[in-house]
T-cell receptor
């Protein structure tokens, strides 16, 4: 069974304090690893798709990386508006994505 | 509309009642997905449609749950004889092509509370 574990569950940072979120996965045949951002009361918002080990994607202050067992979401010099829950998901067949429980990030000004 | 629209946004049901949750995907999107999200947890897959065909319903928790997309656009998730453990946010997502490339567009969800 596909498993996705995210750590830490919660992360509190000062504005400008860079850090990383971890997503560990166990799957049989990865067809893609995805990062989403979810604000309270909203649906997840797509950020990145990574397909193979060594791949990296960047968007503003966020950079996602992928190895054969885990993915990291690096946040550089975060701002309060980066506060949200970040979800990781893996896809092993045409339809179903398996999500982790997320990391809730709080960035204090 | 520009995004995925779900209704109702909030639904309170008495245990044993039937409920129907509606999803209007982005126009032209081929694939449609339903997920269930409990408080503090990630979304859990329920079912997946490609056009009007339901290709995967392996995540539906029981035969009380039923989903349809008869014309390949709007979808309805129906829950019969609701129970307290059905309380959750039900998320609908769509994507342009067939299958799941990860770039899913989610609605804001329908929050179901069963008393």
């Amino acid at each position: 069974e596909d498993q996705v574990t995210q750590s830490p569950e919660a992360l509190r940072l000062q504005e400008g304090e860079s850090s990383s979120l971890n997503c560990s996965y166990t799957v049989s045949g990865l067809r893609g690893l995805f990062w989403y951002r979810q604000d309270p009361g909203k649906g997840p918002e797509f950020l990145f798709t990574l397909y193979s080990a060594g791949e990296e994607k960047e968007k503003e202050r966020l950079k996602a990386t992928l190895t054969k067992k885990e993915s990291f979401l690096h946040i550089t010099a975060p701002k309060p508006e980066d506060s949200a829950t970040y979800l990781c998901a893996v896809n092993t067949n045409a339809g179903k994505s398996t999500f982790g429980d997320g990391t809730t990030l709080t960035v204090k000004p | 509309g520009a995004g995925v629209s779900q209704s109702p946004r909030y639904k309170v049901a008495k245990r044993g009642q039937d409920v129907a949750l509606r999803c209007d995907p982005i126009s032209g999107h081929v694939s449609l997905f339903w997920y269930q999200q409990a408080l503090g947890q990630g979304p859990e897959f329920l079912t997946y449609f490609q056009n009007e065909a339901q290709l995967d319903k392996s995540g539906l928790p029981s035969d009380r749950f039923f989903a349809e997309r008869p014309e390949g656009s709007v979808s309805t998730l129906k829950i019969q004889r609701t129970q307290q453990e059905d309380s959750a946010v039900y998320l609908c997502a769509s994507s342009l092509g067939g299958g799941n490339t990860g770039e899913l567009f989610f609605g804001e969800g329908s929050r179901l509370t069963v008393l």
